[in-house]
């Protein structure tokens, strides 16, 4: 059966995401920029880590703490009994930089329809609240990611539709685009860390898998690409199904 074609709510959610977008990308140049997206940013940081964390839970690992550092960056310690595999090490390894990219493209999907608006809200700030409970060992995540989790739970409660939506999206748009701020991380094959030399994460990927760094990097943002892109075709779908237009 043929969906009926409404370009209005196309072209209302296409400008919301732009919106989105627009927000991400500027807020940052402007003057006290880097403060107000500070929380943002910290979330971000938390998504990446969650990832190598949670990877590693999957893989038999201990999930040990994840710390969040005031610059921004942060790391996740997983520990494990006898010597890892390579492919699991290079699996965790990768999880970080697609973690913002899978929790980027769920919250754009959920954007795309009103029943889902509130279960993703309360959701996510229910992780972060397990979380921090569990795993975060820092005092800029204990104060950061609460803060954020409260804001987001205020939102499903308070907020009408259209800021429900846009919410989802920003956060969205903010995962995917999180990617370009570690650029130059995904093509080093190392990096210092709270004073700490460590491996990149492609770093890691080639010491565990042999092929250079980056081409890991290459790799890594292929898939965030298209995992972005498919939750974009869809989310801009009416109801799901695929985007026609009129010439």
């Not at 059966?1 to 209302?12: G, K, L, Y």
């Not at 690992?61 to 550092?69: A, C, N, P, T, Y």
């Not at 929790?103 to 993703?120: D, V």
Request: a neutral charge.
């Amino acid at each position: 059966m043929t969906r009926p074609f409404t370009p209005r709510s196309q072209q209302e959610q296409l400008g919301r995401l732009i919106i989105a977008g627009v927000l991400v990308t500027m807020v940052p140049q402007l003057p006290l920029g880097n403060y107000l997206i500070y929380p943002f940013t910290i979330l971000t940081t938390w998504f990446h880590e969650m990832g190598h964390g949670l990877a590693g839970l999957a893989l038999g690992h201990d999930f040990e703490r994840l710390v969040i550092l005031p610059s921004g960056s942060g790391y996740a310690e997983t520990a494990t009994y006898g010597e890892p595999s390579a492919f699991g090490q290079a699996i965790i390894s990768a999880s970080g930089p697609l973690g913002p990219t899978m929790i980027g493209s769920l919250l754009i999907l959920a954007s795309s329809r009103a029943r889902y608006w509130r279960p993703a809200l309360y959701t996510l700030a229910g992780l972060i609240a397990l979380s921090t409970l569990i795993w975060v060992r820092s005092a800029v995540g204990l104060i950061v990611l609460p803060l954020v989790g409260i804001a987001l739970v205020a939102v499903a409660l308070r907020a009408k539709g259209g800021l429900m939506c846009f919410t989802l999206q920003f956060l969205g748009v903010l995962a995917a685009l999180s990617m370009f701020r570690d650029w130059d991380y995904l093509f080093s094959h190392s990096a210092v860390i709270d004073g700490r030399p460590m491996l990149s994460d492609t770093g890691s990927m080639q010491e565990a898998l042999l092929l250079p760094y980056w081409i890991w990097a290459i790799v890594i943002i292929a898939v965030s690409g298209l995992m972005i892109g498919a939750s974009l075709k869809y989310a801009l779908a009416e109801d799901g199904g695929p985007i026609r237009w009129r010439a």
